[in-house]
């Protein structure tokens, strides 16, 4: 069955950098489009970047741009998210979604950036 598991979330200090890892499981990964959302407390999950099957990158969310960069490697069927120069406002769960059939989520992994 499809599995999202996510990865590298962490506590750090503003301006630091984490990278992110989403291992896929379950379906063709190269053949999908895999997206990156986070979910602020008391917040809506929102959309942070989408990855083409092709590698493009597109749906990126303003505050995060130039920041934060999306990757992927088909041989690990992992997808990345580098993020640096981070703000306590980028303090989420971070998750990991594919649609195959239907919208697939992973666990999500805690991103605290803080002093």
């Known amino acids: 069955q499809v599995q999202l598991v996510e990865s590298g979330g962490s506590l750090v200090q503003p301006g630091g950098s984490l990278r992110l890892s989403c291992a896929a499981s379950?379906?063709?990964?190269?053949?999908?489009?895999m997206s990156w959302y986070r979910q602020a407390p008391g917040k809506e999950r929102e959309l942070v970047v989408t990855l083409t099957r092709a590698g493009g990158s597109t749906n990126w969310r303003d505050s995060v741009k130039g920041r934060f960069t999306i990757s992927r490697d088909n041989d690990r069927n992992t997808v990345y998210l580098q993020m640096n120069s981070l703000k306590p406002e980028d303090t989420a769960v971070y998750y990991c979604y594919v649609v195959v059939g239907i919208g697939r989520w992973g666990q999500g992994t805690q991103v605290t950036v803080s002093s």
């Open positions: 379950g379906f063709a990964f190269k053949m999908y489009a």
